[in-house]
């Protein structure tokens, strides 16, 4: 849902799958592009994989008693966001044996392995105090997959665990096998956890009916926050009809996307989510709303602060009593291309950003930052009164090279109205988003976009960039003679008759492909649901500029090629 200005500008499948032989004939799916962390408590660094993994995936490693904090490598040995720190009673020494034989152990042969490889050394406490894991740096409010390792050398010991976030796990050994776990002998459990409103989780553990309390390590994962992007008030998608609601559910359902990210266009009444909010609950599926805003250029930086923090807390106000799951708000959708601000060159410097009218920018600043205060006060209050739990994150972003508008807005607010940067990509017309700008007049040259925008910070932990979803992405290419081919358009001059539905889906792949290999990419969203081919009346340059970016031809239409690659991709990711 990008802007008409920026664009003229530019304008199964296979999921795989590793046997750990649990001698149950059990296959473990193994996280293909995800954020995988895997930690043990021992001396020596060990490579490849566990419960999740793949051959060659690097550990974290740590044998200190009450150590930490420990930021902690991915399993590619890139840097994350994660600290850990522990307390324990004492640590195994990893060069004295392990109580384990791998022939005739009761354990199940994968875990009897994992525990010689991986941890022949734990941290264990014998007395009242608790053995305690703290995790931090996680994505605020985020779900995990986490499994704990915690038995394996056969000693006669139980642990109990609890994991807290926002919610709370509690699983315990049991007995004399240290089981964890469902099966003969299983020595881990893997559990779905989900990070705290500051980006914690703390696991403890303390000695279940005999001697010691142990654990031997684990892995954390998460993969990114799958959506697609609709119009559901738009005539294409057949407006609010319980049957057309259900129609587009399907296909997320389908694609198995975990957000629906949905413009509001003409409206200010959030009785809106009533039409959607239920129906994607109800599949486990949360909308992501893109709030509508309210920047007038003649008001004063006040003026327009109050009324969009107004305009925001009563948004979040209804959606909390309603009881809709909505855990991310997006703050308005490309402010740069409304019309109070130019943009000069490809704005990548803060400079670059003139009023197109007196009072332009200011109203852009002071209006993102009462909207973002007006959603967090909300909820803030409605917690305190016990009528949620949920502590929101907030998107603000911009599309191409403009991250010198959020540079400008983070000098003039003192910080950037979000937890979290939405930013719009459209390949191959924007270039690649990992490789370095190569224009001489651009202020960003020789930069990559990544590093552009990881100059942007995280508000939990200022020494990591701030977490980024891209929330729109898709086809923009630049043939010659033919000048930009939006989506699955083919030609400029008959739109309709001239599709090119492979060269859509490759560019999809090829823009997801690179977003999964940037550590700070989170989220990935593609653009758009299905075609909107009456917008706007549906003249051939509406038509060829944004008539053919869906991955359905029209509400009970035909899935393009892209769609089924959206698919794939997210099948691999999972």
């Known amino acids: 849902m990008t802007g008409l200005i920026e664009r003229d500008v530019r304008v199964m499948a296979f999921v795989r799958w590793y046997a750990l032989a649990l001698g149950l004939g059990t296959f473990v799916a193994v996280p293909s592009r995800g954020e995988l962390v895997d930690f043990h408590f021992g001396a020596v660094t060990q490579t490849g994989p566990a419960v999740l993994g793949n051959p060659g995936d690097q550990w ?40 384990c034989d791998p022939h005739s152990s009761a354990m199940d042969a994968a875990t009897t392995w994992l525990m010689q490889s991986y941890a022949s050394s734990y941290q264990y406490t014998s007395g009242p105090t608790n053995l305690v894991l703290n995790l931090s740096g996680l994505s605020p409010n985020t779900a995990y997959t986490l499994v704990l390792l915690a038995a394996g050398d056969q000693k006669n010991e139980g642990t109990a665990f609890t994991v807290y976030g926002t919610g709370t796990f509690t699983g315990a050994t049991t007995g004399l096998s240290r089981k964890i776990s469902q099966g003969p002998g299983v020595a881990y459990v893997t559990m779905s956890v989900v990070s705290s409103s500051t980006g914690t989780l703390q696991v403890t553990a303390v000695k279940n009916t005999y001697y010691y309390a142990v654990v031997n390590g684990f892995q954390l994962y998460r993969s990114h926050a799958w959506g697609i992007v609709g119009h559901p008030t738009e005539n294409d998608y057949a407006n609010w009809t319980p049957a057309n609601i259900t129609t587009q559910v399907n296909y997320l359902k389908q694609l198995s996307v975990g957000y629906y990210r949905c413009s509001f266009d003409g409206t200010s009444n959030p009785v809106i989510l009533d039409n959607i909010a239920p129906a994607t609950q109800a599949a486990g599926i949360s909308v992501l709303p893109i709030l509508p805003l309210s920047l007038v250029a003649a008001n004063t930086a006040q003026v327009n602060y109050n009324t969009n923090y107004q305009t925001a807390y009563n948004w979040a106000t209804y959606a909390i009593l309603k009881g809709y799951n909505i855990t991310y708000w997006e703050l308005g959708n490309e402010l740069e291309n409304d019309g109070l601000v130019n943009v000069v060159y490809d704005g990548a410097s803060p400079n670059q950003y003139p009023d197109a009218m007196p009072g332009g920018f200011v109203a852009i600043a002071s209006g993102l930052s009462g909207a973002y205060q007006g959603i967090k006060d909300a909820y803030s209050t409605a917690r305190l009164s016990g009528l949620t739990t949920i502590a929101p994150q907030v998107l603000y972003g911009a599309t191409y090279r403009h991250w010198g508008l959020l540079a400008k807005i983070q000098n003039y607010n003192g910080t950037l109205p979000c937890d979290l940067i939405s930013w719009h990509w459209y390949g191959p017309n924007y270039g690649s988003f990992t490789a370095p700008i190569a224009d001489s007049k651009s202020f960003s040259n020789g930069r990559t976009p990544v590093q552009c925008l990881n100059d942007f910070k995280s508000k939990v932990n200022p020494s990591q960039p701030m977490d980024i979803w891209i929330t729109e992405t898709d086809r923009s290419a630049y043939v010659s003679g033919q000048g930009l081919l939006n989506g699955s358009c083919a030609s400029n001059t008959t739109p309709t008759a001239s599709q090119d539905w492979a060269a859509q889906a490759t560019a999809i792949q090829q823009n997801i492909d690179s977003f999964k290999t940037v550590p700070s990419v989170k989220g990935i969203f593609v653009y758009e649901l299905l075609d909107e081919t009456i917008m706007n009346g549906g003249s051939t340059a509406q038509l060829a500029a944004e008539g053919y970016f869906g991955l359905v031809t029209k509400l009970n239409g035909t899935l393009k090629n892209g769609f089924y690659t959206f698919q794939t991709e997210i099948s691999q990711d999972k």
């Open 60 to 99: 974290n490693s740590n044998n200190n008693t009450n150590g930490g904090p420990q930021v902690l490598n991915d399993v590619n040995g890139q840097p994350t966001s994660i600290t850990l720190s522990w307390t324990s009673g004492a640590s195994w020494d990893p060069t004295k044996p392990i109580f």
